[in-house]
């Protein structure tokens, strides 16, 4: 089949993901232990379930954590597809461990390597697979143009994958900043009272 999606994979992709990690110092989570610590401590929050979020019921329960930013950007893209289609998006896959993506690559050769310069974002918790089986050409349409207007402005990164029904959206911890900013620039105005003086009498 002709395949030509507007969020194409690469290996520059996948580099830069790698470097976007390395800039937060993040570790790649190397087993379920180092997983409990880091939710424990919430460095990994719970990804949002709600009327415009669901998450697809084959994931793990202690695979249903993201970073902090990541779960900013699923509950923005979730409420602005809900509100197009008042549908919910789903989560396929979230935060990963390194034994996990070892087991992974033994029946799935096109899987991200465990480790190295093009390691998969998922060990750090900063990716989502978002689910595309079943969406429209409009709904499919709709999660491209959202992701490439945030791939865009340097804050996603984000690939059409082809052998795996998905989405993958690896989110910037600029993420949030930027979501904070435009709240800010949308707020209305404060209505502001003026004092008024006195004029003596004349």
Same mark, same amino acid.
């Given at each position: 089949m002709y395949w030509n999606p507007v969020l194409r994979g690469s290996r520059e992709s996948l580099l830069r993901q %790698?470097?976007?990690? &390395?800039?937060?110092?993040?570790?790649?989570i190397a087993d379920d232990q180092e997983l409990q610590h880091l939710i424990d401590i919430e460095a990994l929050v719970p990804l949002p379930t709600s009327r415009s979020v669901r998450i697809d019921?084959? @994931?793990?329960? &202690?695979?249903?954590?993201? /970073?902090?930013? $990541?779960? *900013?950007?699923?509950? *923005?893209?979730?409420?602005? =597809? =809900?509100?197009?289609? /008042?549908?919910?998006?789903?989560? %396929?896959?979230?935060?990963? $461990?390194?034994?996990?993506?070892? /087991? @992974?690559? /033994?029946? %799935?050769? %096109?899987?991200?390597?465990?480790?190295? *310069? $093009?390691?998969?974002?998922?060990?750090?918790?900063? $990716?989502? *697979?978002?689910?595309?089986?079943?969406?429209?050409r409009k709904q499919r349409k709709f999660i491209e143009q959202y992701l490439v207007k945030f791939r865009s402005a340097g804050l996603v990164e984000a690939a059409e994958e082809r052998r795996q029904a998905v989405f993958h959206v690896m989110v910037s911890d600029r993420y949030t900043a930027a979501r904070e900013a435009d709240k800010l620039a949308s707020a209305p105005p404060r209505e502001t009272t003026l004092r008024q003086e006195t004029l003596p009498e004349r």
């Open positions: %790698n470097e976007e990690i &390395n800039r937060l110092q993040l570790p790649r019921p084959r @994931l793990e329960i &202690n695979r249903r954590f993201c /970073r902090p930013w $990541t779960r *900013d950007f699923i509950e *923005d893209l979730g409420q602005a =597809y =809900y509100k197009q289609f /008042r549908q919910p998006i789903q989560v %396929n896959s979230a935060v990963r $461990t390194v034994e996990q993506q070892e /087991r @992974l690559l /033994r029946v %799935n050769r %096109n899987a991200a390597p465990a480790e190295g *310069d $093009t390691a998969s974002s998922h060990l750090a918790g900063l $990716t989502i *697979d978002i689910a595309k089986r079943g969406l429209s």
